[in-house]
């Protein structure tokens, strides 16, 4: 059974950092593309970051480039996502999620398997 578990939110002041990450188990991973969405209330799900898991390369979307920095750890079976100087709208529920295929894909509706969510609140 696929498992994608986050961790590492909480709650920050606007300007700090924070890494949240996710374990990945239950299957090989190895051809999967791993991915970040968030959602603020009365907001879409929308893209941050995603990671092909076999070549490393990564995409972003532009609201997060400079800020948000998408990494994974092969062997730990676990993804990370830097995110430096938080703002208040960087407020949302972080969701890790993976999908099938080598090719970074952003539509939430591509991704297979979700995480339940990690709260991130940033205070100004």
């Known amino acids: 059974q696929v498992q994608l578990v986050e961790s590492g939110g909480g709650l920050v002041q606007a300007g700090n950092s924070l890494r949240l990450s996710c374990a990945a188990s239950?299957?090989?991973?190895?051809?999967?593309?791993m991915g970040w969405f968030r959602q603020a209330p009365g907001k879409e799900r929308e893209f941050v970051a995603a990671?092909?898991?076999?070549?490393?390369?990564?995409r972003s979307a532009d609201s997060v480039k400079g800020r948000f920095t998408i990494s994974r750890d092969n062997g730990k079976n676990t993804e990370y996502l830097q995110i430096n100087s938080l703002k208040p709208e960087d407020t949302a529920v972080y969701y890790c999620?993976?999908?099938?295929?080598?090719?970074?894909?952003?539509?939430?509706?591509?991704?297979?398997?979700w995480g339940q969510g990690t709260q991130v609140t940033v205070s100004s």
């Open positions: 990671v092909s898991w076999s070549t490393g390369s990564t």
């Open positions: 999620a993976a999908h099938r295929g080598v090719v970074i894909l952003s539509n939430w509706g591509d991704y297979d398997y």
């Open positions: 239950g299957r090989s991973f190895s051809s999967y593309a």
